[in-house]
Nanobody
Framework: VQYVESGGGLVQPGGSLRLSCAAS????????MTWYRQAPGKEREVVAR????????NYADSVKGRFTISRDNAKNRVYLQMNSLKSEDTAVYYC????????????WGQGTQVTVSS
Protein backbone atom coordinates (compact mmCIF):
# COMPACT_ATOMS: atom_id res chain seq x y z
CA VAL A 1 0.00 0.00 0.00
CA GLN A 2 1.34 3.41 -0.95
CA TYR A 3 0.02 6.96 -0.76
CA VAL A 4 1.77 9.81 -2.59
CA GLU A 5 0.42 13.27 -1.81
CA SER A 6 1.24 16.34 -3.88
CA GLY A 7 0.06 19.86 -4.64
CA GLY A 8 0.95 21.66 -1.44
CA GLY A 9 2.82 24.93 -1.23
CA LEU A 10 2.88 28.45 0.11
CA VAL A 11 -0.26 30.49 -0.49
CA GLN A 12 -1.61 33.78 0.82
CA PRO A 13 -4.73 33.91 2.99
CA GLY A 14 -7.80 33.71 0.79
CA GLY A 15 -5.97 31.71 -1.85
CA SER A 16 -6.59 28.23 -3.22
CA LEU A 17 -4.73 24.98 -3.66
CA ARG A 18 -5.65 21.59 -5.08
CA LEU A 19 -4.09 18.58 -3.43
CA SER A 20 -3.79 15.23 -5.16
CA CYS A 21 -3.17 11.77 -3.75
CA ALA A 22 -2.10 8.79 -5.82
CA ALA A 23 -2.91 5.51 -4.09
CA SER A 24 -1.64 2.06 -5.02
CA UNK A 25 -1.31 -1.47 -3.69
CA UNK A 26 -4.99 -2.06 -2.95
CA UNK A 27 -8.33 -2.02 -4.75
CA UNK A 28 -8.87 1.72 -4.53
CA UNK A 29 -12.49 1.68 -5.70
CA UNK A 30 -13.48 -0.55 -2.78
CA UNK A 31 -12.39 1.85 -0.04
CA UNK A 32 -13.62 5.07 1.48
CA MET A 33 -10.86 7.66 1.38
CA THR A 34 -9.96 10.35 3.89
CA TRP A 35 -7.83 13.48 3.90
CA TYR A 36 -6.12 14.23 7.20
CA ARG A 37 -3.88 17.06 8.35
CA GLN A 38 -1.41 17.61 11.14
CA ALA A 39 -0.36 21.07 12.25
CA PRO A 40 2.83 21.64 14.26
CA GLY A 41 2.35 20.54 17.85
CA LYS A 42 -1.12 19.15 17.21
CA GLU A 43 -2.59 15.73 16.64
CA ARG A 44 -3.53 14.52 13.20
CA GLU A 45 -7.16 15.28 12.40
CA VAL A 46 -9.71 14.27 9.80
CA VAL A 47 -10.39 16.97 7.22
CA ALA A 48 -12.71 15.30 4.70
CA ARG A 49 -14.03 11.88 3.73
CA UNK A 50 -15.50 10.38 0.58
CA UNK A 51 -17.14 7.00 0.17
CA UNK A 52 -15.89 4.40 -2.28
CA UNK A 53 -18.34 5.32 -5.03
CA UNK A 54 -17.84 9.03 -4.53
CA UNK A 55 -21.49 9.83 -3.92
CA UNK A 56 -21.21 10.88 -0.28
CA UNK A 57 -18.78 13.21 1.43
CA ASN A 58 -18.38 14.82 4.81
CA TYR A 59 -16.13 17.50 6.23
CA ALA A 60 -14.72 18.80 9.45
CA ASP A 61 -16.65 21.86 10.61
CA SER A 62 -13.51 23.98 10.26
CA VAL A 63 -13.34 23.44 6.49
CA LYS A 64 -17.00 23.01 5.55
CA GLY A 65 -17.95 25.26 2.65
CA ARG A 66 -14.32 25.92 1.73
CA PHE A 67 -12.89 22.49 0.90
CA THR A 68 -14.17 19.89 -1.57
CA ILE A 69 -13.07 16.25 -1.68
CA SER A 70 -13.41 14.23 -4.87
CA ARG A 71 -12.03 11.03 -6.36
CA ASP A 72 -11.30 9.39 -9.70
CA ASN A 73 -11.50 5.62 -9.31
CA ALA A 74 -10.17 5.08 -12.84
CA LYS A 75 -6.94 6.86 -11.86
CA ASN A 76 -6.76 5.67 -8.23
CA ARG A 77 -6.64 9.29 -7.08
CA VAL A 78 -8.35 11.40 -4.48
CA TYR A 79 -8.30 15.19 -4.52
CA LEU A 80 -8.85 18.04 -2.09
CA GLN A 81 -9.78 21.43 -3.50
CA MET A 82 -9.06 24.06 -0.87
CA ASN A 83 -10.48 27.56 -1.27
CA SER A 84 -10.52 30.64 0.98
CA LEU A 85 -7.49 29.33 2.82
CA LYS A 86 -6.75 30.60 6.31
CA SER A 87 -3.57 30.61 8.37
CA GLU A 88 -5.05 27.90 10.58
CA ASP A 89 -5.15 25.57 7.56
CA THR A 90 -1.35 25.42 7.68
CA ALA A 91 -0.41 21.78 8.16
CA VAL A 92 0.95 18.67 6.49
CA TYR A 93 -1.87 16.98 4.60
CA TYR A 94 -2.16 13.22 4.17
CA CYS A 95 -4.56 10.88 2.45
CA UNK A 96 -5.39 7.32 3.40
CA UNK A 97 -8.00 4.61 3.27
CA UNK A 98 -9.54 4.72 6.73
CA UNK A 99 -10.42 1.26 8.05
CA UNK A 100 -11.42 2.14 11.60
CA UNK A 101 -11.12 4.74 14.31
CA UNK A 102 -7.51 5.82 14.18
CA UNK A 103 -6.68 3.04 11.73
CA UNK A 104 -5.63 3.24 8.11
CA UNK A 105 -4.82 0.70 5.41
CA UNK A 106 -1.04 0.43 5.17
CA UNK A 107 1.24 3.22 6.38
CA TRP A 108 1.21 6.99 6.10
CA GLY A 109 2.72 8.64 3.05
CA GLN A 110 5.10 11.58 3.23
CA GLY A 111 2.29 14.11 3.12
CA THR A 112 2.29 17.49 1.40
CA GLN A 113 2.99 20.74 3.24
CA VAL A 114 0.43 23.54 3.00
CA THR A 115 1.51 26.90 4.37
CA VAL A 116 -0.94 29.80 4.43
CA SER A 117 0.87 33.04 5.13
CA SER A 118 1.14 36.58 3.86
Amino acid sequence: VQYVESGGGLVQPGGSLRLSCAASGFTFSHYNMTWYRQAPGKEREVVARIISGGGLTNYADSVKGRFTISRDNAKNRVYLQMNSLKSEDTAVYYCAARVGSGLILGSWGQGTQVTVSS
